[in-house]
Every structure is written in C-alpha cells, then in structure tokens.
C-alpha cells in the first residue's frame, strides 16, 4: 500500500512542478545557468553547493525552480517525497503561501500521515528562520553557503539582503 501512495505522490509531484513554473510563474525568470556551470563558483559557495548537489541527486536544473533547490540546500532538507511534503510545510511556516503549496500539503499529509510529525517540525523550523522564500537567490551564488544557512536558522545579521 505504501507503494502505491509513493507513486502516486510521485506522479502528481513530478507533474506538477513544470506545470506549476509556467502556469503560475510566468513573470519569473529562468536563471539560465546549465547546472556544469554552477561548478565555475568559488568552493563553498552557493552556486558551487547546488552543482554539487545536481551531481549527488542526479538532478537536472529545472527552469523557474532555481529557487526550490536552494531551499534543499539552505534548510538541509532532503529530496525523498517525505521531504518535499515537509519542505512545504517548512515554506508554509516560513510564510509562503500558495495553491500549490496547500495542495501539496493536505495531499501529502492525508498519503502519508505516518510523517506528521517530521512535517509539524519542520513547520516550526520554518517559523524560526528568517523569511527566505520570496528572496532570488541567484544574486547569492557567490555567498559561502554556510553563511546562507547561519543568517537564515539564526535570524544573524551576517548578510545585507539585497
């Protein structure tokens, strides 16, 4: 039974991510970076984090969902679909609010109710950072990762946002 609910979740994650960067994204720009240039960053760096993460996961750049990864990167949650679901509860709690987001909460907390607490806490880790989610992240790719992660999770002031 677990299975078929992964699946299913898996379906509609996997088709609806696209669908959702141009339908409900179409003023957003693509960041235009080929995931092989992400390593051209200093090491360390955000941009060089996110190449090395594309190699670890085999994960290609999704246009429009730059973004979404760096969430990966910052929060230090993973990509399983446990995590997405908590990654969305974690963005709720960070603020965001969206259709996508709502759905994808109440679909992945009725598949998999058996995660409810990982997702309440990650909802409460998102209530701690600082607000991320509207931020563009493409003007940070040269930022140390790690100073990303510690101004966000520590509210420090280590970083002029722009």
Do not use: C
Request: charged letters at 20%.
């Amino acid at each position: 039974m677990r299975g078929l609910r992964l699946k299913f979740m898996l379906y509609l994650y996997n088709g609806s991510s696209r669908l959702y960067a141009n339908l409900f994204k179409p003023h957003k720009q693509a960041w235009g970076i080929s995931k092989e240039a992400f390593n051209q960053y200093p090491s360390g760096s955000l941009g060089a984090s996110l190449a090395a993460f594309y190699q670890e996961k085999g994960f290609d750049v999704m246009p429009k969902l730059e973004n979404h990864d760096v969430f990966h990167l910052l929060t230090g949650t993973g990509t399983e679909i446990k995590d997405e679901i908590a990654m969305q509860y974690l963005l709720l709690g960070n603020g965001k609010l969206s259709l996508y987001l709502l759905a994808m909460v109440l679909i992945g907390s009725f598949l998999f109710p058996e995660h409810s607490n990982y997702y309440w806490s990650s909802f409460n880790k998102g209530k701690r950072m600082w607000s991320f989610y509207h931020l563009e992240f493409k003007n940070y790719l040269n930022e140390p990762l790690y100073n990303l992660q510690r101004a966000f999770a520590e509210k420090t002031n280590i970083l002029i946002l722009k």
